[in-house]
C-alpha cells in the first residue's frame, strides 16, 4: 500500500485549488455542508456499531 502525507506545500497548493475552484463566497458553504456530511456519517458508523436490542430477542 501507497503512504501518503500531506506536508505544507502540498497543502498551500490544494487550499489555492479549492479557492480558485469555488471562489471565496462559497467556501462557507462548503465548509458548512462538509462538517455536516461529517456528522452524518459519524451518527451513522455510531448507529451501525450499536447492539441492537431486537435481534438478540428474535433469536429466541
Partial sequence: MIGF???GPEG???LVLVLVLFGGSQLP??????GKA???FKDG??????????ASSDAD
Fill in 38 to 40: 461529517q456528522k452524518e
Fill in 29 to 34: 458553504k462548503l465548509a458548512k455542508n462538509l
Fill in 12 to 14: 498551500i497548493i490544494l
Fill in 45 to 54: 458508523l455510531d448507529e451501525a456499531n450499536k447492539p441492537r436490542e431486537d
Fill in 5 to 7: 502525507t500531506l506536508g
